[in-house]
């Protein structure tokens, strides 16, 4: 666990945000040590014992910052719907030109699922089991997604850079297939980083 | 179940054919029946017992049939790997033309992946449960599988039909993304039918 608290000036009042800062630290490393034995062992085999034994934490301090099992499965969601949704936020690189937005769309949506790899496995593998709440909640925000990836593709059709014939919901459910399987093939070690392969997208369906 | 007796003669051998046609119908019943429960509720949530009732048998008869709820988890990834596997056998449309040779594998594996739209739910959800010889065997057949769809890729990029420049092993897994995600996806009421999907997959890409 990093301590933040050398950063911040010893005082009462930062003593608390220091203590918060770990506490959120810690819930991100438990949360990123479940998704990958979930991953690995599925959501039913997979133990807090060995979230707890991967982190050199007791069982009980896992469930300290967590409390159950199935809250742990909701943060690796809700961590997977944020982060990919936060790559339609337009970057420092996004331009007026819409073929470079879409570009930079899928690159930095195809840095989130490597990111995420584990988490995004657990996501959509677990999605059966995931509480109503929380499934509908999942819904809402990759209905939203899946919108606003259309307006950016419809953008592209009025300006033929995209086949004007093809329905807009359609072509943007195909176009974010290609980097969401790669959550299934992808080999850190063996394959080309998630910029390129986000680059080799985009040459293939001819964004300029 | 659909009893073929009357199609066949009336003999002892004829007999025995008979049985084992239903014998097989049968167990082709249970194993899509078993792919809805499964699909629905989670391969450890859904029972035998849901599977009977859902085709109006007894569990011991669905026992017989099948043996165990693990042959049925690999029953179903056998159909998912064999029917997949098999839209790389060439059809009586395909040609020399290696665009339509590459579409047409596209439309029969579209068509593959939303006829087997729960068994693959099923088999992508519970690959980490598989038991480690099934698990092997479909390793293998999905590496021949990628392997001569990247064979298929680099033949049209030495024709220069798809960027040279790119390596033909991820675009053949960039492809095969956009009709294997359709299993995630796609509503039957609401899309259009698999080869209209693989055509939009084909014009996207810029097949003629």
Redesign the interface.
């Known amino acids: 666990m990093t301590s933040k608290s050398t950063e911040i000036p010893n005082s009462q009042g930062s003593a608390v945000i220091s203590e918060s800062t770990s506490f959120i630290e810690t819930k991100r490393r438990i949360v990123a040590s479940a998704a990958r034995v979930f991953?690995?062992?599925?959501f039913?085999?997979g133990t807090t014992k060995e979230i707890a034994a991967d982190l050199h934490m007791s069982q009980p301090a896992v469930y300290h910052y967590i409390g159950s099992k199935n809250l742990l499965l909701e943060e690796i969601a809700l961590k997977v719907v944020n982060d990919l949704s936060r790559s339609l936020e337009e970057g420092p690189e996004d331009s007026d030109n819409p073929n470079l937005r879409l570009r930079n769309t899928i690159r930095r949506f195809s840095d989130a699922v490597l990111r995420n790899q584990n988490e995004c496995t657990v996501f959509?593998?677990e999605r059966?089991?995931f509480a109503p709440e929380l499934e509908a909640k999942v819904i809402a925000r990759e209905r939203e997604f899946m919108t606003k990836v259309a307006a950016l593709i419809a953008d592209l059709q009025t300006k033929e850079r995209?086949?004007k014939?093809?329905?807009s919901g359609?072509?943007a459910?195909?176009?974010?297939?290609?980097?969401?399987?790669?959550y299934?093939?992808y080999r850190q070690n063996r394959?080309?980083d998630a910029r390129a392969?986000a680059d080799?997208?985009c040459?293939?369906?001819?964004i300029p």
């Open positions: 991953s690995r062992r599925g039913t085999a959509w593998r059966h089991s995209l086949p014939h093809l329905a359609i072509l459910e195909a176009i974010i297939g290609m980097p969401v399987w790669s299934h093939w394959h080309p392969l080799l997208y040459d293939l369906i001819g």
